[in-house]
């Protein structure tokens, strides 16, 4: 009973992500934010010396980067579908 409980809620979850996808993109980037800042502080914090701390910027700040691309080529894209419906429907 419980299983199927849980797997009710995570089907609920991945409709709510396919119907919404900038709610997906976002939380997959404040997710990329937080790690990326978790790690750098960790680093920080355990390591003396900059390299690795510079290592670790630069390796991984394209994940972050693509992350929030994700998130702008939504915006962009519905901002477009939006625009093009009004144009269709002879707003201004």
Do not use: C
């Amino acid at each position: 009973m419980k299983n199927q409980n849980a797997l009710n809620v995570f089907d609920n979850i991945k409709a709510v992500f396919s119907q919404h996808p900038l709610i997906q993109y976002s939380l997959g980037l404040l997710i990329a934010l937080v790690a990326y800042a978790s790690g750098l502080l960790l680093i920080d914090s355990v390591m003396d010396t900059r390299l690795p701390l510079v290592a670790f910027a630069v390796f991984f700040l394209p994940a972050v980067l693509r992350a929030w691309l994700l998130v702008y080529w939504e915006v962009k894209a519905d901002f477009q579908k939006r625009w093009n419906q009004s144009k269709e429907l002879g707003h201004s």
